[in-house]
């Protein structure tokens, strides 16, 4: 029999309050996605990968492929791009993102052509079972010192161990990461022994992809990752005035490529998320010294709009007693059974990786709410912007094709 809270998120489903990754009419996801550029770039496609065919054939293999990655984008953006910019006028698909749709785990998937339930990195804050720590995972530090993993033993392949398809394209794959992550663990497990070139500002990077395109006819995958929308919209929320001028700066960058490129090379856009704007109503705090603490194995993990927790063993009624006791109005509570269950991971049974660094419970909320671990005052709390759940503004992305 199904428990109350699995009741509240099947109904949220079916009253479109929440979307679900992959079941009912969803359109293709970021899985597809990823498999679709890979086949591009010479990787197999496996017979059961249909939607991931269709998006490679939409997207076209007869010239190079510029793929632009705009951190944040959702499909909210779309009633928001300049009218006459390139975002405005290109083609548009709607896809939609993993769960959690946050950038640790869609930047992942795309990087494997994996749902969460199979790569094992669910969330900006992993908590790493085997050496007990939570990890900031695509920083790759831990989160309260913020020292670097390798000081506590930790490889980049124990943290990234799932394979990544874009590092198996060989010689038809150039990345093009802002300079601070451009060599960084997450983005050299992404690509491999693939070459890359950092980009100090817009105009830089533009300027590497037309040279490396247009100058030195390279051909294959042109990977361009750009940060600048989701980071103004973490800050001022996704609607501000500070997050437009981001995304009018972006446009005018693409367009600008665009426009050099001249037909030389196919490009598409897409997206790892969309955002919410979080009110102060509706930011819970999670104190170091609540006692609800004392029945977790290790502080929460996860994110905030999808809070993720270790509850130690025989501690389980205790624990949901008190959750559902303080948060109960606004959050469903789930064992990693049920939510295994309700297959919000993927469609196949979690990995055993997966399992432990998700934990025993995670929390879904239908409306905008958010759970901060941490002090009151900090920064995470501070933001405007957040995302990771599954509301329409969250899961829904674009590919846009011009």
Same mark, same amino acid.
């Given at each position: 029999?199904?428990?109350?809270?699995?009741?509240?998120?099947?109904?949220?489903?079916?009253?479109?309050?929440?979307?679900?990754?992959?079941?009912?009419?969803?359109?293709?996801?970021?899985?597809?996605?990823?498999? $679709?550029?890979?086949?591009?770039?010479?990787?197999?496609?496996?017979?059961?990968?249909?939607?991931?065919?269709?998006?490679?054939?939409?997207?076209?293999?007869?010239?190079?492929?510029?793929?632009?990655?705009?951190?944040?984008?959702?499909?909210?953006?779309?009633?928001?791009?300049?009218?006459?910019?390139?975002?405005?006028?290109?083609?548009?698909?709607?896809?939609?993102?993993?769960?959690? /749709? +946050?950038?640790?785990?869609?930047?992942?998937?795309?990087?494997?052509?994996?749902? =969460?339930?199979?790569?094992?990195?669910?969330?900006?804050?992993?908590?790493?079972?085997?050496? !007990?720590?939570?990890?900031?995972?695509?920083?790759?530090?831990?989160?309260? /010192?913020?020292?670097?993993?390798?000081?506590?033993?930790?490889?980049?392949?124990?943290?990234?161990?799932?394979?990544?398809?874009?590092?198996?394209?060989?010689?038809?794959?150039?990345?093009?990461?802002?300079?601070?992550?451009s060599n960084s663990e997450f983005t050299t497990y992404l690509?491999?022994?693939?070459?890359? *070139?950092?980009? !100090?500002?817009?105009?830089?990077?533009?300027?590497?992809? @037309?040279?490396?395109? @247009?100058?030195?006819? %390279?051909?294959?995958?042109?990977?361009?990752?750009?940060?600048?929308?989701?980071?103004?919209?973490?800050? *001022?929320?996704?609607?501000?005035?500070? +997050?437009?001028?981001?995304?009018?700066?972006?446009?005018?960058?693409?367009?600008?490529?665009? %426009?050099?490129?001249?037909?030389?090379?196919?490009?598409?856009? /897409?997206?790892?998320?969309?955002?919410?704007?979080?009110? $102060?109503?509706?930011? /819970?705090?999670?104190?170091?010294? !609540?006692?609800?603490?004392?029945?977790?194995?290790? =502080?929460?993990?996860?994110?905030?709009?999808?809070?993720?927790?270790?509850?130690?063993?025989?501690?389980?009624?205790?624990?949901?007693?008190?959750?559902?006791?303080?948060?109960?109005?606004?959050?469903?509570?789930? +064992?990693?059974? %049920?939510?295994?269950?309700?297959?919000?991971?993927?469609?196949?049974?979690?990995?055993?990786?997966? $399992?432990?660094?998700?934990?025993?419970?995670?929390?879904?909320?239908?409306?905008?709410?958010?759970?901060?671990?941490?002090?009151?005052?900090?920064?995470?709390?501070?933001?405007?912007?957040?995302?990771?759940?599954?509301?329409?503004?969250?899961?829904?992305?674009?590919?846009?094709?011009?």
């Amino acid at each position: 029999m199904a428990s109350a809270d699995v009741e509240r998120v099947e109904r949220w489903f079916r009253d479109g309050d929440l979307l679900h990754p992959f079941e009912g009419d969803a359109p293709p996801s970021t899985v597809d996605l990823a498999r $679709a550029i890979a086949s591009i770039g010479g990787v197999p496609l496996s017979h059961q990968d249909t939607s991931a065919a269709e998006l490679a054939e939409r997207i076209g293999r007869d010239r190079p492929l510029l793929f632009v990655l705009v951190d944040g984008l959702g499909c909210v953006f779309d009633e928001l791009a300049a009218p006459g910019g390139l975002l405005a006028g290109a083609e548009g698909i709607q896809l939609r993102s993993v769960f959690p /749709s +946050t950038t640790a785990a869609a930047l992942t998937t795309l990087a494997t052509g994996a749902w =969460p339930c199979q790569h094992g990195v669910p969330a900006w804050y992993t908590h790493l079972h085997h050496n !007990d720590l939570t990890a900031t995972i695509l920083p790759f530090v831990e989160r309260d /010192s913020e020292r670097k993993l390798q000081e506590f033993g930790i490889r980049p392949s124990e943290a990234f161990a799932y394979p990544s398809l874009m590092a198996s394209m060989q010689g038809r794959l150039r990345t093009y990461h802002p300079r601070a992550i451009s060599n960084s663990e997450f983005t050299t497990y992404l690509r491999g022994s693939a070459p890359t *070139d950092p980009y !100090d500002s817009l105009r830089d990077a533009a300027a590497s992809v @037309v040279s490396r395109i @247009v100058e030195q006819d %390279e051909p294959g995958i042109h990977y361009l990752y750009l940060p600048m929308v989701d980071s103004a919209s973490h800050r *001022d929320g996704p609607h501000a005035s500070g +997050t437009l001028r981001a995304l009018e700066k972006v446009d005018r960058a693409l367009g600008a490529i665009s %426009e050099q490129l001249d037909g030389r090379a196919r490009i598409a856009i /897409s997206a790892d998320h969309g955002e919410l704007h979080v009110s $102060a109503a509706e930011k /819970s705090l999670f104190l170091p010294d !609540d006692e609800i603490i004392d029945e977790l194995h290790t =502080p929460p993990h996860g994110e905030p709009r999808v809070p993720m927790f270790c509850v130690r063993s025989g501690r389980e009624d205790a624990f949901a007693g008190q959750f559902r006791e303080r948060w109960g109005r606004d959050w469903a509570l789930l +064992t990693l059974e %049920e939510a295994e269950q309700l297959r919000l991971f993927g469609p196949t049974p979690l990995s055993r990786l997966a $399992a432990e660094r998700i934990g025993s419970h995670i929390a879904v909320s239908a409306n905008r709410n958010i759970l901060v671990y941490g002090e009151a005052g900090n920064r995470v709390s501070a933001l405007n912007g957040y995302h990771a759940g599954l509301r329409s503004e969250e899961m829904e992305i674009p590919l846009l094709l011009a």
